[in-house]
């Protein structure tokens, strides 16, 4: 009898996730949508004790990488990578609306990002990523620089290590540049930057032929 041929076929988008650490401490959930294998996108959440921490959503261009995930990660359906939408969605939008009085800022270090932030929230955006911290924020801005509000975990160490983790972050805030912008440009990058991700969220009506076999 001859043996059927198995190998599963891949066709693009398909999803993958992983998840660390237990619901009850930390944890993270990465979750991928593949849109070839040189390119996907990702949703990361850190939650603490239930609660986010942390959401962060890009685009990820690295072959490698993605082959990886494609290999080691579990497989899921459009259902489940929606659910992980709809969290960053929601959460995503209860953060600029707790913003909207806020104002922006255009942080300047080598790239430039947009930024806005309260005591217990904070958003930064690029032109293809997205970050919410939900945590106190530690700093304030005058002059154009960030001050901080508190001291930095590593300031007392007298371990080596610790002591250059220090200097570096206290090079990045000296070098780091942030000028007051207006919300029209902090709304419109905003705006092109989810809609980037956005048109690719959409249910899908069919599969893409666009066959991959694995290698």
């Known amino acids: 009898m001859k043996r059927p041929n198995l190998q599963y076929n ?61 290999n080691e990660y579990n497989k899921i359906t459009y259902t489940d990578f929606a659910e992980a939408v709809n969290v960053f969605y929601s959460a995503f939008s ?13 942080k ?14 904070e958003v930064e955006i690029d032109w293809k990523e997205i970050t919410l911290n939900f945590r106190e924020t530690d700093y304030k801005i005058e002059h154009g620089k ?4 508190k001291e930095s975990p590593f300031a007392q160490s007298s371990d080596e290590v610790s002591k250059k983790w220090e200097a570096i972050g206290k090079a990045f805030d000296q070098n780091t ?3 007051i912008v ?4 902090f709304d419109e990058r905003l705006n092109d930057c989810w809609e980037s991700f956005r048109q690719f969220f959409e249910a899908p009506k069919f599969i893409r032929k666009h066959e991959y076999v694995p290698k």
């Not at 960030?146 to 509000?149: A, D, E, K, Q, S």
Request: proline share 4%; with cysteine.
């Open 108 to 121: 300047d270090l080598i790239f430039s990002t947009l930024l806005k932030f309260n005591p217990q929230l």
């Open 10 to 70: 891949y066709y693009f988008p398909f999803y993958t996730q992983n998840i660390q650490g237990k619901k009850s401490n930390l944890n993270f959930k990465d979750t991928y949508m593949h849109l070839s294998d040189k390119k996907a996108i990702c949703l990361s959440v850190r939650c603490m004790k239930k609660n986010i921490e942390k959401i962060h959503l890009r685009f990820i261009d690295s072959p490698s990488a993605l082959y990886k995930y494609k």
């Open 177 to 179: 540049n942030y000028r």
């Open 94 to 106: 209860k953060a600029i609306k707790k913003l909207t009085d806020e104002p922006a800022y255009r």
């Open 146 to 149: 960030i001050v901080r509000l």
């Open 182 to 185: 207006g919300n029209d440009v």
